[in-house]
């Protein structure tokens, strides 16, 4: 079992231990891209990752080409006294015990004592003229009474085959990743019962009928809520869509 420093706190991590790879004391994600021997820095695309991936040393992608510079010493086996063996087993016992409490028995009570964080609702016209800008209009909702995290937007691969996006406002938080030619749009946390309102404004460049396919995940990757609506993409000179 290898050990790791983290680079933020100092703190010594065991692969293999039920938080790894994130830091047990600080939270830092160990297996980010900057703390690989072969991440080449910030801005500077990673010879060894897919074209969807970005340039930074925050992101997390499973690769097989990973060598962390966190490692401290060389593999060893870990012994232990009886004693401590004994402690390590009645903690094992005590932490199996408190995750039934937290996670599986509220799970037993029913979807209704788990109330969604966000949700989302959207509208778009249903046909807009070629080469014209069209409107979508989203809104995000925290229905809990406690603040909620960051969220992302996916849009649907379909969504580029008739539109592409000219601008969004409010300005998304972070750079949009690409994965398998879907698009994630990053924005911060709604303050409890609180809306936010979203405008994607697209424009039709290719005539047909497109598909405006959005869903709400959260950054730990629950899917909070979709919207769906076709827009026939005409060709002619019609007024410009809103």
Known sequence: MRQMRCPNCQAINYEGHITFPIC???????????????????????????????????????????????????????????????VMVLSVIVCSIIVILTTVVPMLSGPADQPTALSLTGSAPGEVNLERQVSVALEVTNENTT????????????????????????IPSRPVMIQNKARYYYFGGLSAKRKSRLRFHLRGVRGGKGVFE??????????????RQEIAVRKGDGRRSR
């Open 147 to 170: 603040d909620s995290g960051d969220y992302r937007i996916r849009l649907d691969e379909s969504v580029f085959d008739h539109f592409k996006v000219e601008y969004i406002f409010p």
């Open 214 to 227: 959005a869903t709400l995940y959260s950054m730990e990757g629950v899917i909070n809520g979709s919207f």
């Open 24 to 86: 047990h004391r600080c939270h830092e994600n160990l297996q980010k891209c900057r703390h690989c021997r072969n991440f080449p820095g910030e801005g500077i695309r990673c010879r060894y990752l897919p074209d969807w991936t970005l340039p930074e040393g925050d992101q997390i992608v499973e690769c097989d080409y990973r060598e962390s510079l966190l490692y401290e010493g060389k593999p060893q086996r870990l012994r232990y006294s009886r004693p401590l063996q004994s």
